[in-house]
């Protein structure tokens, strides 16, 4: 069974340039987060979907962050205008639903290591 | 509040020392689940152990070993005669159902091992 996996493995781009990050996650996972690691800081939930709806997006810094998951499979994240501070790696984990409060264990994809120069 | 606590920024060792990382957790729930993760420099998160709450029994894998005591909310990290190959960036991170199972990572403390 692949694991969960994530494109590209590393994106150098310039202030103010978008890119897209994206995450396939394990097939039949229903839930899809994303986390990131800025430099030198603790890793931070960003959203979480369930399927292709947003369950929980409370860690998403600000509005130039933009997620979707078209049909419940894979995720995309967009930075758009990228800014310094967003430099940092980007992980994202999938999970089984096992039902409304149950734990599911989640399996980290390798991440996008972000440079914004 | 913060739910995960490393309060060790940095540690360094020489080679063959043991090193021993601390973790304190909060959570409310009676159900919750404790996690050690690594990233080493080449970025990727490297899963290590989790540990359900109703299990305190400590764990030894090789080298590694931890420690979780629910009385102090402790969930510790020991690396027996340290290698090289264990520098990197180690996290602490909890799992609970009033976060709806959403990781809670502490800040990570980074561990140098000198030849």
């Known amino acids: 069974e692949a694991g969960v996996t994530q494109f590209p493995s590393h994106s150098v781009i310039e202030k103010g340039q978008t890119v897209t990050l994206r995450c396939d996650p394990i097939?039949?996972?229903?839930?899809l987060y994303w986390y990131r690691r800025v430099m030198g800081k603790e890793i931070k939930f960003l959203l979480h979907?369930?399927?292709?709806?947003?369950?929980?997006e409370s860690g998403m810094p600000n509005n130039r962050f933009l997620a979707e998951r078209t049909g419940g499979t894979y995720s995309t994240l967009k930075v758009q205008p990228a800014e310094l501070e967003d430099s940092g790696v980007y992980f994202c984990?999938?999970?089984?639903?096992?039902?409304?409060?149950?734990?599911?264990?989640?399996?980290f994809g390798p991440g996008t290591r972000l440079t914004v120069l | 509040a913060q739910k995960v606590t490393q309060a060790q920024t940095e540690i360094s060792v020489v080679e063959k020392e043991d090193v021993t990382l601390d973790c304190v957790y909060e959570?409310?729930?009676?159900?919750?689940?404790l996690f050690w993760y690594k990233q080493p420099p080449s970025g990727e998160l490297v899963f290590l152990i989790r540990?359900?709450?109703?299990?305190?029994q400590n764990e030894i894998s090789g080298r590694y070993s931890w420690n979780f005591q629910k009385s102090t909310s402790s969930f510790n990290f020991t690396i027996t005669a340290s290698q090289v190959v264990d520098s990197a960036v180690y996290f602490c991170?909890?799992?609970?159902?009033?976060?709806?199972?959403?990781?809670?990572f502490g800040a990570g403390t980074t561990v140098t091992v000198r030849a």
């Open positions: 984990a999938s999970s089984q639903d096992r039902g409304l409060g149950s734990y599911n264990e989640q399996f």
């Open positions: 097939s039949g996972h229903d839930n």
């Open positions: 979907f369930v399927k292709e709806s947003k369950q929980d």
């Open positions: 959570t409310r729930d009676t159900t919750y689940y």
């Open positions: 540990r359900n709450s109703f299990d305190e």
């Open positions: 991170a909890l799992s609970d159902r009033s976060n709806d199972y959403k990781l809670s």
